[in-house]
């Protein structure tokens, strides 16, 4: 086994001035954090697994040694995740000690600490280095447990969340190494390529690495992967799961069942799960956020729990490598990506059905309401205006706007706009 200092030094390789990848940038993420940087707080990333966390972090060092001038030893990354950290007894003390001893002894020192949420007893360490303020300390975790520990309590009000997901459709758009249009005209004469794009990106979803890879063959394999390290790592391992298979059917049926309403007790019926483990697995999934839970819309607490819940995955190519596809799933696809969008907007998402159904119930800051219907294609039914109209007529003036996102109609009839589903990601709808 190496030496820790060998460890170390293998994991931060600007100590000895080899070169390291940064990635493409991912500005929204980059600037916020760069600001948060600067407040002395506890930085926390957090996303599910691959979706680009460490590509940030190491972007963040990049800019800190290039751009600010710090002193490349004074900053000090730990993959946590590390099998040879894991072996290790207190781990992070006796990093944390080699490091000082051994390598940078001075102030002003940069912790980066990557997927800490696998070092059992983290957060009072973390809160103990934080009351010593002799650091900038930048954390990461796979799982909603890293904010839902004891780190909430210990530092409640020191530290500052970031939460990373996989592209959007802008990112993807710079990812697959084309030109983001800024302005009307260049937006318009863009309009196929950016069809033709988003066509792709309902397919393959938007893990960074998986973009970045032409093959095909290779992308399949790549997502199934992360799906095989999100289950285990981050469900099974952390919540010490013992019935796997029924797990695995679980997940399999909610993601081939995207943005379709179900009940715990039909799922019970047709996978053969009894109801609390239907609703602890779920619970799992979403703490490892991979899959979303959404309430009907009600004023009312006790009308939301006795109706169905809809399930949406965190991104359409981890669900298409896992799942039983059907040929009607392009529908199914646009109305995920939409929830997803929504909630990296931190959207509160609902949904609503009565004589009509609509897709997605949004809370706006303002606490009034916007009603979307996602139809992805030219030839619209007319019931997707009815349900919103439906709709705004029992909710009155606290409905701000109603909306069908569709493949490339634009227009207004009354109070609905129909707005095509790719200016809608751009912003520009």
């Not at 600037?31 to 979706?51: H, M, N, P, W």
């Not at 047709?270 to 779920?282: A, C, M, Q, S, W």
Request: proline residues 3%; hydrophobic residues 35%; contains cysteine.
């Amino acid at each position: 086994m190496p030496s820790v200092l060998d460890l170390l030094t293998a994991l931060n390789p600007w100590w000895s001035g080899r070169p390291f990848e940064a990635g493409i940038r991912r500005e929204k993420y980059f600037t916020k954090i760069q600001k948060y940087l600067e407040t002395g707080e506890i930085v926390v990333l957090t996303g599910v697994r691959r979706s680009g966390k460490t590509t940030l972090l190491f972007q963040i060092i990049d800019d800190l040694i290039r751009n600010r001038r710090v002193d490349p030893r004074s900053i000090l990354f730990v993959n946590c995740d590390e099998p040879e950290i894991a072996r290790l007894e207190n781990p992070l003390e006796t990093l944390l000690e080699t490091y000082r001893r051994d390598v940078y002894g001075g102030d002003a020192v940069y912790l980066i600490l990557d997927e800490i949420q696998t070092i059992e007893g983290w957060e009072r360490w973390v809160k103990s280095l934080y009351d010593r303020k002799q650091f900038t300390l930048v954390i990461s975790g796979s799982t909603s447990y890293l904010l839902d520990s004891n780190l909430s309590t210990l530092i409640a009000g020191r530290y500052l969340p970031v939460h990373v997901y996989p592209l959007d459709f802008a990112e993807y758009i710079i990812f697959s190494g084309e030109d983001l249009p800024h302005d009307p005209v260049t937006l318009a004469a863009a309009k196929y390529r950016l069809l033709h794009l988003l066509g792709e990106y309902l397919r393959e979803g938007g893990f960074p690495q998986v973009v970045l890879q032409d093959d095909e063959a290779v992308r399949r394999d790549q997502l199934k992967a992360y799906y095989d390290s999100i289950v285990y790592r981050d469900i099974v391992r952390v919540n010490e799961v013992r019935n796997q298979k029924a797990l695995g059917d679980l997940l399999v049926y909610c993601m081939t069942n995207v943005t379709s309403p179900y009940s715990y007790r039909n799922l019970r019926e047709v996978l053969g799960i009894d109801f609390e483990t239907v609703r602890e697995y779920l619970y799992y999934a979403e703490k490892a956020k991979i899959l979303f839970e959404v309430q009907y819309f009600s004023y009312s607490l006790k009308t939301q729990s006795r109706n169905n819940k809809k399930i949406y995955c965190i991104d359409n190519g981890l669900r298409n490598a896992v799942s039983f596809r059907f040929s009607e799933d392009e529908g199914k696809l646009a109305e995920n990506l939409v929830f997803i969008e929504l909630k990296k907007q931190g959207r509160e998402v609902y949904y609503w059905k009565k004589q009509g159904e609509v897709d997605l119930v949004v809370k706006n800051p303002d606490r009034s309401l916007s009603a979307i219907n996602v139809s992805y294609t030219d030839a619209l039914s007319t019931r997707e205006e009815k349900a919103l109209l439906e709709f705004a007529d029992l909710h009155g003036s606290g409905v701000r706007e109603c909306t069908i996102l569709t493949k490339d109609t634009e227009k207004r009839e009354g109070a609905v706009r129909y707005v095509p589903l790719w200016k809608w990601l751009l912003g520009a709808g």
